[in-house]
């Protein structure tokens, strides 16, 4: 097979040790690297050579948490994200209202309950705006919904009601009456069942805009955490039409009464997809979000909220974990508070004791907030702990008068984030974006896990300054750990003879350029299973 491509002039990265490979010229054949220095590439007719001037070559960039195309699909509607008070709510809603044609849905997303400041989160709250209007708006962490009066009442939601999941909720008034805000997935999918949803070939269009805006930002891939709705039926249309710029690694929902015949369907669709999107480990959930009270803390929080777990028994977690654990299928827990944590980490201790440790890798999700001897059992249970740096900087403070914080209190606050702790304790830390609960670009997730700051305000103090991690422990996180926790660091990860041809190219070193300045470093060229994918050289 002739080479496909030769990168010349070119300062090859590894990140595993920070330091430049003694080589110039990259050559790419077949969807693999095939060679470096200038022998290889003087022996690669034909090929397409693109002298990049010097720049940085890092193996590719991989998100480890996103949502594709149930985030494109939740953020057609209004961005609520930049506002910081009840007003800009307000008049953001009513702007989009003056815009709606008579009768139809208004939808929004990235609505931060601190914009609620001290009252409530609850139709009430946002005023008269959306009188008559059929609402929904899924606040940032994508767990919560806030729904006009209209919506509930399209929805028949006129009281509280009772869910498998644990943690769902209707919330009411002391009299009973619903506020708007519907908690985790099963109460707000009372009110999706009847609001519209856009066509197959709408989401087509919206999530090949998606991916197309991730490559421009520098990313060949991303461990994609759901498969709901068509999302898989839309992987496979855009890869056949040549619109599949990332490589995905799809982990399918197992819920709170999953049957034995939907594990079974679980485990026999392992491996399956195209060549750039595969059905591979499963995604579960141990609990909610602290801002919503949803979490599973092992002491109450503030509001003397977040003491259940989202499975109603938690036993049935661990034994679908052993379950799946023992059928070779990798699983990715959420797991935000303290008991959760800890519950799913004995899940995992339980299934090696009773099955061996084989070849299966499990991952934590979020770990938000937990003490020091659950930071030390991760890595001894090699468990990855898949985080979001920016989750952090960007929604709470750093003198914790945020929401999270504030429900929380100062001592479970001050152990937040612990990037540099779980790191430094051996385990593997995989980072992300949790698109579309954050901005997507690897560079400002990397950034903000290195100055631990509001990418919206620099001059803001950092939040527990002493959790960041190092420039090549950030970039470690967008390319050794994933490939790691994918089972994948003998093909990705690492520029090396042999491995995948998955490539970021940057203007500048991103382990020396200034932490506050990292996000803004230009992404030249993106390479994915050999193809260009972005340009801007």
Request: net charge negative; charged share 20%.
């Amino acid at each position: 097979m002739h080479p496909d491509l030769v990168l010349t002039n070119a300062r090859l990265l590894d990140p595993g040790s920070g330091d430049f490979l003694p080589h110039d010229a990259l050559v790419l054949s077949g969807g693999r690297i095939a060679g470096f220095g200038a022998a290889a590439a003087a022996a690669a007719a034909g090929a397409e050579v693109l002298d990049l001037g010097g720049a940085v070559v890092v193996p590719g960039l991989t998100d480890g948490h996103l949502h594709p195309v149930s985030g494109a699909e939740r953020t057609a509607g209004v961005d609520l994200s930049g506002c910081t008070d009840l007003e800009g709510v307000r008049a953001a809603l009513a702007g989009a209202v003056r815009e709606l044609p008579a009768g139809q849905w208004l939808r929004g997303w990235g609505l931060d309950p601190n914009a609620f400041g001290d009252l409530p989160v609850s139709a009430d709250s946002v005023g008269p705006v959306l009188d008559g209007v059929p609402a929904a708006i899924d606040l940032f962490d994508a767990h919560s919904m806030l729904a006009s009066r209209r919506a509930l009442e399209l929805a028949g939601i006129d009281g509280p009601r009772r869910f498998e999941q644990g943690s769902a909720e209707v919330v009411c008034d002391p009299a009973g009456r619903p506020t708007g805000l519907l908690l985790e997935d099963a109460a707000c999918e009372l009110v999706e069942a009847v609001a519209p949803r856009p066509s197959f070939e709408e989401l087509c269009r919206a999530s090949a805009e998606v991916l197309r805006r991730m490559a421009a930002a520098g990313l060949t891939g991303g461990h994609a955490m759901d498969a709901n709705g068509e999302s898989l039926a839309v992987y496979a249309a855009l890869e056949e039409r040549g619109q599949l710029p990332l490589r995905l690694r799809i982990a399918p929902w197992v819920q709170p009464g999953a049957s034995p015949a939907d594990l079974a369907e679980l485990v026999r669709r392992q491996g399956g997809g195209g060549r750039r999107w595969r059905v591979d480990g499963a995604k579960l959930f141990m609990d909610g979000t602290i801002d919503n009270g949803t979490a599973w803390l092992e002491h109450p929080d503030c509001h003397g909220e977040s003491t259940g777990a989202f499975w109603p028994d938690p036993a049935e977690y661990t034994r679908v974990i052993g379950e799946l654990h023992r059928a070779g299928v990798p699983t990715a827990t959420h797991a935000i508070g303290d008991a959760a944590v800890r519950h799913v980490l004995d899940a995992v201790e339980r299934a090696v004791a009773a099955h061996g440790r084989g070849a299966v890798r499990h991952r934590v999700e979020h770990v938000e907030t937990v003490p020091d001897d659950t930071v030390a059992r991760f890595a001894a249970l090699g468990v990855a702990a898949s985080m979001q740096p920016t989750h952090c900087t960007e929604y709470t403070r750093a003198d914790h008068t945020d929401n999270w914080s504030r429900r929380l209190g100062e001592e479970r606050a001050n152990r937040a984030f612990r990037c540099r702790d779980l790191a430094a304790a051996g385990a593997r830390v995989v980072l992300g974006s949790d698109w579309p609960i954050a901005p997507f670009e690897p560079l400002g997730v990397m950034a903000g896990a290195r100055h631990r700051r509001p990418a919206r305000d620099l001059r803001q103090p950092p939040h527990l300054p002493g959790q960041a991690l190092t420039p090549l422990q950030a970039l470690a996180g967008y390319t050794l750990a994933p490939a790691w926790a994918a089972g994948e660091e003998d093909r990705a990860g690492r520029l090396a003879v042999g491995h995948r041809a998955d490539l970021t190219v940057l203007a500048e070193n991103p382990l020396t350029v200034p932490d506050t300045e990292l996000a803004g470093v230009p992404v030249l060229l993106t390479v994915s299973d050999g193809e260009v994918t972005h340009r801007a050289v």
